[in-house]
């Protein structure tokens, strides 16, 4: 499989590499950022979780890629951010398996720089160009206002009648909320 890398005005959005688990970890796996995500992941999880973000890219081109900030004002470059990217719905209790899916992770000191936003936008403009989605999806939980706020933000909109539960996780994780938008309403959106 090819590589991927997408540019943004201050990110770089990038297949995963060796190493890139280790260094994701370190900014991301932690009480805050993972609070509902699950909580912190122990080594076999974070091991699971990069076997399934290189196979989706493998699989499909598309994963959640690792976002780097650019050299910018002194700061290193390639400071890595998080991921954001697509990948397939394959959440056990997910009625629309197989969908895209765009989902965003972003280290607790890049949260409210718009960071995500950008990514997200990167990822939509792929999906639907490069990658020929017809609709995308994006699931969290109600308790986790700034994911859906986003969401929102980009256009989504809200879709109750796909909400599920996930059998992974006990509430309030369990209850999964969805939001998508479709080709025509992303193509409509201002940027």
């Known amino acids: 499989m090819t590589d991927f890398r ?10 995963w590499q060796p190493g890139d688990i280790a260094r994701f ?13 699950g909580g912190v992941m122990d080594a076999e999880r974070l091991a699971q979780s990069e076997g399934r973000m290189i196979g989706f890219h493998e ?20 400071e890595m951010l998080g991921f954001c990217g697509l ?4 959440a056990p209790g ?6 895209f899916e765009i989902g965003w992770r972003m280290r607790t000191d890049a949260h409210g720089k718009g960071y995500a936003k950008e990514a997200a936008i990167a990822s939509l403009d792929a999906g639907f160009s490069r990658f020929g989605a017809e609709e995308i999806y994006a699931i969290t939980v109600i308790e986790n206002e700034p994911s859906w706020g986003l969401m929102r933000r980009l256009g989504m ?3 109750e009648d796909l909400d599920y539960d996930d059998p ?14 479709i080709r025509d309403e992303w193509a409509a959106q201002p940027r």
């Open 94 to 99: 997910a009625s629309f398996p197989g969908e």
């Open 157 to 159: 909109r809200r879709r």
């Open 25 to 37: 970890a370190a900014v991301t796996n932690n009480p805050d950022v993972m609070r509902w995500l």
């Open 59 to 78: 699989s499909y081109g598309h994963t959640f890629w690792i976002v780097e900030r650019k050299a910018d004002g002194g700061h290193l470059s390639g």
């Open 168 to 181: 992974r996780f006990e509430p309030p994780l369990r209850h999964t909320i969805v939001y998508s938008i």
């Open 6 to 15: 997408v540019e943004t005005d201050r990110l770089v959005l990038r297949n």
């Open 87 to 90: 990948k397939k719905i394959d």
